[in-house]
């Protein structure tokens, strides 16, 4: 029977990765798949991961029609197994429902990878219906750490250095600092676990943090500051 599945996570923590796994397995045992994805950093029509791969892809736009999508392929006599479906976050919540209905009425696998959580930790709307919708929600294996070294479970925006908790949902970007903008400044976005998300504390600012306690008679290290770098 097949399932709807929502490869969930922050930032960095192997998605788009992932995604080209499963496609490529599922693929090699001869099962034809289409592979959508939306806003991906390398550009339109295309899934990266930041392994170095990347492969053509579907780009899904606000008309995009899931349901559409997959008769047309089939009536011109075109398999479709399955769909791997990337930044899945930014669907619409009825696209999410086009591709449940895949699920149930064509049996179609959909393998949904996406962000759960957006930079004030409120969910996107797509990823709102998937966790509603899917199957199953996975958490990826390999977790991306925050600099504490706990593991991340949420997603931090940056303009020009300092965290904020303003701005339009979708800005796209990367981990780090420059790869985006807005009016504003440089986005740049840093995965942290859910305490150091609540205080707002960057690498960078529990940094500064450590540097004006040097020389208090502290421990530095036993409070769990990041390295310096
Ligand atoms: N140079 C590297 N060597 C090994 N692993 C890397 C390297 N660069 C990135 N990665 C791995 O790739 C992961 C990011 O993969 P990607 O699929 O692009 O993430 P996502 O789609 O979740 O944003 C990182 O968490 C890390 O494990
Ligand atoms: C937290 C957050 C992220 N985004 C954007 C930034 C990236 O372009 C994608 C996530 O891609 P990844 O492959 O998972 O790294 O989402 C955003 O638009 N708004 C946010 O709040």
């Given amino acids: ?17 992932l995604a080209l796994q499963l496609d490529h397995n599922h693929a090699a045992r001869g099962r034809s798949g289409v592979i959508f994805t939306q806003r991906d950093r390398a550009g339109a029509d295309v899934l990266s991961s930041r392994l170095g791969l990347s492969v053509p892809a579907v780009e899904v736009s606000a008309e995009t029609d899931f349901w559409d ?13 399955y769909l791997v479906c990337d930044e899945a976050q930014f669907y619409a919540a009825e696209q999410v429902d086009q ?3 895949l699920v149930d009425e064509m049996d179609v696998d959909v393998f949904a990878f996406g962000i759960t959580t957006d930079f004030r930790a409120r969910l996107f709307p ?15 294996q390999v977790p991306a ?21 303003e701005g339009e949902q979708v800005v796209v970007g990367d981990v780090g600092v420059g790869r985006g903008a807005v009016p504003g400044g440089v986005v740049g976005y840093e995965v942290l676990c859910r305490r150091h ?3 707002r504390m960057t690498a960078t600012s529990a940094r500064a943090v450590a540097l004006s306690q040097e020389g ?3 421990d530095v290290a036993a409070c769990g500051l990041p390295p310096r770098g």
């Fill in 197 to 199: 998300h609540m205080r």
């Fill in 99 to 101: 591709l449940a209905r």
């Fill in 1 to 17: 029977m097949a399932q709807l599945v929502f490869f969930s996570g922050t930032m960095d923590c192997g998605k788009s990765t």
């Fill in 126 to 140: 797509g990823s709102a219906r998937l966790i509603e919708l899917a199957d199953r929600v996975e958490i990826l």
């Fill in 216 to 218: 208090l008679p502290l």
């Fill in 69 to 81: 999508e997959v008769v047309r392929r089939r009536s011109r006599g075109r398999a479709v197994d």
């Fill in 145 to 165: 750490l925050c600099w504490c070294g706990a593991r991340a479970t949420h997603n931090a925006r940056t303009i020009d250095g300092v965290m904020v908790l």
